[in-house]
């Protein structure tokens, strides 16, 4: 599998507690909870699981994705065994997603699974985030210059990020695409502006603009 086309920076599941601490009910899953979600992440990114993952994963639905509505946060395995089989479980499905960043990205695991810029900048890709964070100062175009495009269900094409819609309606993706490309010009202008030629030198390797999968 190639890697992933970038959708957003920043959590890719829920969050949820780390082993040991309090659990936060109705605000961050519980680490059995967090681990099933690695593995549903996994799945949904284009992981194969073997036979005992998927028997493994059907004995926890029923604890851990109960039918009735629930407050997240509460859910845990009260057989140990299987709590650690599950556990063993996402830890090779994080493995398997941390290899599947980007060029200039990375896979995270934190209280969430998180995807982050890389802030190298001797690397052969940049990421535009990497760029705006070591900025450390405001650049107005940084919002759209960082979108990734995707398409409506009305057929529209849009640029954003994971939540907002920062350009659009366009007609094709190219107009789409066309918004952010202008949007990182004036980034490269806005950099040389504040004395960061050090960055906006970085520009000729910041990845093409990301295209959502329909």
């Not at 057989?79 to 599947?100: K, N, S, V, Y």
Request: charged share 20%; with cysteine.
């Amino acid at each position: 599998m190639t890697a992933l086309t970038r959708w957003h920076v920043g959590p890719w599941t829920t969050r949820g507690t780390r082993p040991g601490s309090p659990f936060e009910p109705g605000l961050k899953r519980t680490p059995d909870e967090l681990n099933f979600d690695i593995v549903g992440l996994s799945r949904i990114l284009g992981r194969r699981q073997t036979l005992p993952e998927e028997m493994l994963v059907r004995r926890c639905q029923a604890a851990l994705r109960p039918t009735d509505p629930r407050l997240c946060g509460i859910q845990i395995l009260t057989d140990p065994d299987l709590a650690g089989d599950l556990a063993e479980t996402a830890e090779r499905a994080f493995t398997w997603i941390a290899a599947q960043a980007p060029s200039g990205y990375e896979f995270v695991l934190t209280d969430a699974v998180e995807l982050r810029p890389l802030l190298d900048l001797d690397a052969p890709v940049v990421a535009i985030e990497a760029v705006i964070h070591l900025a450390g100062v405001p650049l107005p175009a940084a919002r759209l210059a960082a979108s990734h495009v995707r398409r409506s269900t009305s057929g529209h094409w849009y640029a954003g990020d994971a939540v907002c819609n920062w350009s659009g309606p366009h007609d094709t993706e190219a107009a789409a695409v066309a918004a952010v490309q202008a949007a990182r010009e004036h980034l490269v202008t806005q950099l040389q502006t504040a004395a960061r030629e050090d960055l906006a030198r970085t520009a000729r390797r910041w990845p093409p603009v990301p295209l959502e999968p329909a």
